[in-house]
């Protein structure tokens, strides 16, 4: 091919009549006065990636004789020809044919030199085919080893779709795919993706020897290993600076190149350019799975070029695939698979389902026992996971330790649920309800969920309760039935337990020395709740001083405090008058909420005057001040001290003044 700009522009159709000629020779059948020439896609066609579905030939045309051997593919680029065979009884063995060519040549990208490829499968093995022409000129080995470096990178092979394959199968494809690529969606293999890459070509290597004469004589001796020695590519290949992983059979043939034209004589005229006899025709394989074995490797003595090309016979193992025996495997594997995905998949038993307790009362702690079992093969890791809308794995009133943990197999694991109902963890609940109930999420790492329910039968008190829902219930709490106090519209003036608690005091206890000083007994303040619960009388024998520290706790534990911390906050010491502010705060106060906060002051007020033989007046209101800020406005002493002093001194207003 003449090294022209139409020729690197134009595609050359030259190969042809050779392909014909070589089918002719390598088939026993003659071949068709008209033969079939496959298509290939111009150069200069929207494809830049270089590829191409190849329609291979069929022998079925009724006016074409059937020929031993099929052509499957035929790629040119410029004067580089890469044309494939196979045997007919091996087509329908052929699939997924792929092509692609790289111009390394003039501005890095001209066919002048470059690389073709073909890509084809034969059963289940993938094979690779490449003729490449290299840069020229002894000491340009960089550039041959530059040019082959692009080649190999730059060839891919787009991925067939079933649906092109079944057509390239049927020898219907067209050469321009039939759907539109999407060149996001394209998926490409490279050359080293293939089982066996077989390349070949006028690689252009030479000896690295001067003088001619020298080699000519070595040639003449048939000494080869002498001559090898200073062979470039097998130098290039020692170093690992090319053709690395890809191996050649021995050399016993004459340097290929350069001879006088239709000659077997070096080309050694003084009046020419005098070249040195080099190997620059190779063939050479990757096969990383030793399935090619090379029976022949030698030269052929035409006389058509400068050149002698080089031949080579091989014995191949091929993959294939018993699809019986395929699905049988596949079968057996998924099966084994399956076990192995089940095994690994953590397994744990509860013993119980549901967690129950029964009888709970305020303020009392209350832990029951989960037992986890590990009946899988693999450790178990759980967590329990923050439901949607929840920033705690569960509600206020319950806690769970631990919340996550490792389980080894066939182990157990102890999980402690405790109800603890006080009124700040049950500020959410309803008053009206004998229930509570949360459900917790039990996730197993790599496994399920599981959902744990917890049902708390409570035995409802008025600890921790509304002082609306008091007022509405006339019966003691215990014995109101769920849900017959909404909608009541006579209401007690204030809570029957607070004027119970206070009655007592007042009747035994006025002049108790250290009166809301003193502790008192914890038994004895759960049965005075008990009391105030079922409507039981008092014992007599009860202390003063552990009815006086119910007083506060029960005050305490409101749902709401009896006088907001939030109204107090509204106090400016600088520019209000304490007085008329107290008088306006206590006309915003809810009725019930009015009633007893003027109910429990007023007594309060009793006990200065009854406690003022032990202690001064101001001591006394120094003291009741801030242990019922904390009982009526529901705020520590530590936040009085340190942040807002507002609810004690209003509440010392209210001890000492008539509002």
Same mark, same amino acid.
């Given at each position: 091919?003449?090294?022209?700009?139409? %020729?690197?522009?134009?595609?050359?159709? !030259?190969?042809? =009549?050779? %392909?014909?000629?070589?089918?002719?020779?390598?088939?026993?059948?003659?071949?068709?006065?008209?033969?079939?020439?496959?298509?290939?896609?111009?150069?200069?066609?929207?494809?830049?990636?270089?590829?191409?579905?190849?329609?291979?030939?069929?022998?079925?045309?009724?006016?074409?004789? =059937?020929?031993? /051997?099929?052509?499957?593919?035929?790629?040119?680029?410029? +004067?580089?020809?890469?044309?494939?065979?196979?045997?007919?009884?091996?087509?329908? !063995?052929?699939?997924?044919?792929?092509?692609?060519?790289?111009?390394?040549?003039?501005?890095?990208?001209?066919?002048?030199?470059?690389?073709?490829?073909?890509?084809?499968?034969?059963?289940?093995?993938?094979?690779?085919?490449?003729?490449?022409?290299?840069?020229?000129?002894?000491?340009?080995?960089?550039?041959?080893?530059?040019?082959?470096?692009?080649?190999?990178?730059?060839?891919?092979?787009?991925?067939?779709?079933?649906?092109?394959?079944?057509?390239?199968?049927?020898?219907?494809?067209? =050469?321009?795919?039939?759907?539109?690529?999407?060149?996001?969606?394209?998926?490409?293999?490279?050359?080293?993706?293939?089982?066996?890459?077989?390349?070949?070509?006028?690689?252009?290597?030479?000896?690295?020897?001067?003088?001619?004469?020298?080699?000519?004589?070595?040639?003449?001796?048939?000494?080869?290993?002498?001559?090898?020695? /200073?062979?470039?590519?097998?130098?290039?290949?020692?170093?690992?600076?090319?053709?690395?992983?890809?191996?050649?059979?021995?050399?016993?043939?004459?340097?290929?190149?350069?001879?006088?034209?239709?000659?077997?004589?070096?080309?050694?005229?003084?009046?020419?350019?005098?070249?040195?006899?080099?190997?620059?025709?190779?063939?050479?394989?990757?096969?990383?799975?030793?399935?090619?074995?090379?029976?022949?490797? +030698?030269?052929?003595?035409?006389?058509?070029?400068?050149?002698?090309?080089?031949?080579?016979?091989?014995?191949?193992?091929?993959?294939?695939?018993?699809?019986?025996?395929?699905?049988?495997?596949?079968?057996?594997? *998924?099966?084994?698979?399956?076990?192995?995905?089940?095994?690994?998949?953590?397994?744990?038993?509860?013993?119980?389902?549901?967690?129950?307790?029964?009888?709970?009362?305020?303020?009392?702690?209350?832990?029951?026992?989960?037992?986890?079992?590990?009946?899988?093969?693999?450790?178990?890791?759980?967590?329990?996971?923050?439901?949607?809308?929840?920033?705690?794995?569960?509600?206020?009133?319950?806690?769970?330790?631990?919340?996550?943990g490792l389980i080894p197999p066939n182990e157990k694991f102890v999980i402690n649920f405790t109800v603890h109902a006080t009124g700040e963890n049950l500020r959410d609940v309803d008053s009206n309800l004998d229930k509570l109930?949360?459900?917790?999420?039990?996730?197993?790492?790599?496994?399920?969920?599981?959902?744990?329910?917890?049902?708390?039968?409570?035995?409802?008190?008025?600890?921790?309760?509304?002082?609306?829902?008091?007022?509405?219930?006339?019966?003691?709490?215990?014995?109101?039935?769920? +849900?017959?106090?909404?909608?009541?519209?006579?209401?007690?003036?204030?809570?029957?337990?607070?004027?119970?608690?206070?009655?007592?005091?007042?009747?035994?206890?006025?002049? !108790?020395?250290?009166?809301?000083?003193?502790?008192?007994?914890?038994?004895?303040?759960?049965?005075?709740?008990?009391?105030?619960?079922?409507? *039981?009388?008092?014992?007599?024998?009860?202390?003063?001083?552990?009815?006086?520290?119910?007083?506060?706790?029960?005050?305490?534990?409101?749902?709401?405090?009896?006088?907001?911390?939030?109204?107090?906050?509204?106090?400016?010491?600088?520019?209000?008058?304490? %007085?008329?502010?107290?008088?306006?705060?206590?006309?915003?106060?809810?009725?019930?909420?009015?009633?007893?906060?003027?109910?429990?002051?007023?007594?309060?007020?009793?006990?200065?005057?009854?406690?003022?033989?032990?202690?001064?007046?101001?001591?006394?209101?120094?003291?009741?001040?801030?242990?019922?800020?904390?009982?009526?406005?529901?705020?520590?002493?530590?936040?009085?001290?340190?942040?807002?002093?507002? =609810?004690?001194?209003?509440?010392?207003?209210?001890?000492?003044?008539?509002?």
């Open positions: 091919v003449d090294l022209n700009a139409a %020729a690197l522009l134009v595609e050359n159709k !030259a190969a042809g =009549p050779w %392909a014909d000629m070589i089918q002719r020779t390598i088939s026993s059948s003659s071949w068709s006065s008209r033969p079939t020439t496959p298509s290939i896609p111009d150069d200069d066609s929207n494809n830049s990636d270089s590829q191409s579905d190849v329609e291979m030939n069929s022998d079925s045309d009724n006016d074409s004789p =059937p020929s031993e /051997y099929v052509k499957i593919c035929e790629r040119t680029l410029v +004067g580089i020809t890469l044309i494939v065979f196979v045997h007919q009884k091996y087509q329908k !063995a052929i699939s997924n044919v792929r092509t692609d060519h790289v111009g390394v040549g003039i501005m890095g990208v001209g066919g002048n030199k470059g690389g073709v490829a073909l890509s084809f499968s034969l059963y289940n093995s993938n094979f690779c085919f490449i003729n490449s022409h290299l840069a020229a000129h002894k000491h340009n080995v960089l550039g041959r080893n530059s040019d082959f470096g692009n080649i190999k990178t730059r060839l891919k092979f787009l991925e067939r779709s079933k649906r092109t394959e079944a057509g390239w199968r049927s020898g219907k494809t067209s =050469p321009e795919p039939q759907e539109p690529v999407v060149k996001s969606k394209q998926k490409f293999y490279d050359i080293y993706s293939h089982d066996l890459i077989i390349w070949m070509g006028d690689l252009n290597y030479r000896l690295d020897i001067d003088d001619i004469d020298e080699v000519c004589a070595k040639i003449d001796a048939k000494e080869w290993s002498y001559l090898l020695d /200073y062979d470039q590519l097998l130098r290039e290949q020692k170093f690992k600076r090319v053709f690395q992983e890809f191996e050649e059979g021995e050399i016993d043939f004459a340097p290929t190149y350069k001879y006088e034209p239709q000659t077997h004589e070096y080309a050694r005229r003084e009046d020419k350019k005098r070249r040195c006899p080099s190997w620059c025709d190779r063939i050479l394989w990757n096969d990383p799975h030793s399935a090619l074995k090379q029976l022949d490797y +030698g030269r052929t003595e035409l006389l058509s070029s400068d050149h002698k090309p080089v031949h080579s016979l091989f014995n191949c193992k091929v993959k294939v695939i018993n699809k019986e025996k395929q699905d049988q495997v596949f079968q057996q594997v *998924t099966r084994q698979l399956d076990k192995w995905e089940n095994d690994q998949i953590p397994k744990v038993r509860f013993d119980v389902d549901e967690i129950v307790f029964r009888d709970v009362r305020y303020d009392k702690l209350v832990t029951k026992k989960l037992v986890v079992e590990n009946i899988g093969q693999v450790v178990a890791q759980f967590a329990l996971k923050i439901k949607l809308n929840d920033i705690e794995v569960c509600k206020p009133w319950l806690k769970v330790e631990p919340e996550n109930e949360d459900i917790l999420v039990f996730h197993l790492e790599r496994g399920r969920d599981f959902f744990i329910p917890v049902v708390v039968h409570y035995l409802r008190s008025c600890f921790g309760t509304s002082i609306e829902f008091l007022i509405k219930a006339r019966e003691p709490v215990r014995s109101v039935e769920i +849900g017959t106090t909404k909608g009541v519209d006579k209401v007690l003036p204030l809570p029957k337990e607070l004027w119970r608690i206070v009655d007592y005091i007042f009747s035994f206890g006025m002049d !108790a020395r250290s009166l809301f000083m003193t502790s008192g007994s914890t038994k004895e303040i759960e049965e005075i709740r008990e009391n105030l619960d079922t409507g *039981t009388p008092f014992r007599s024998e009860i202390s003063i001083h552990s009815m006086a520290e119910c007083l506060v706790r029960f005050l305490e534990s409101l749902r709401e405090p009896i006088f907001p911390a939030a109204l107090c906050a509204k106090y400016d010491e600088s520019t209000d008058n304490i %007085a008329l502010w107290c008088k306006k705060a206590v006309t915003e106060l809810p009725l019930s909420h009015y009633n007893a906060f003027i109910y429990v002051i007023s007594f309060l007020r009793e006990v200065i005057k009854h406690q003022q033989n032990s202690q001064s007046q101001t001591e006394l209101i120094g003291k009741y001040g801030v242990l019922f800020a904390n009982a009526l406005i529901q705020v520590s002493t530590e936040h009085m001290q340190h942040e807002n002093k507002n =609810p004690w001194k209003i509440l010392e207003h209210f001890l000492t003044n008539d509002s």
